[in-house]
């Protein structure tokens, strides 16, 4: 079973996406309720949570500003 909880660079790699960008979408409350998980300074991110919301987006882009 792969890993849920991913760090920055691994799941930033996994959505096509460059870390500066899955930073921006965490800060400005765009990924899924409950789908980032803070640990002193380190953060980690719900794959699976983030992969189901970006399939009940359905075609629109949750990424777009």
């Known amino acids: 079973e792969p890993r849920r909880w991913l760090r920055v660079d691994e799941a930033a790699d996994r959505l096509a996406l460059l870390k500066k960008k899955l930073y921006s979408l965490a800060a400005r409350g765009r990924l899924p309720d ?31 500003t």
Do not use: V, Y
């Open 34 to 64: 409950g789908s980032i998980l803070k640990i002193g300074k380190a953060i980690r991110f719900d794959i699976i949570a983030i992969e189901t919301g970006l399939t009940a987006s359905k075609g629109r882009s949750p990424w777009k």
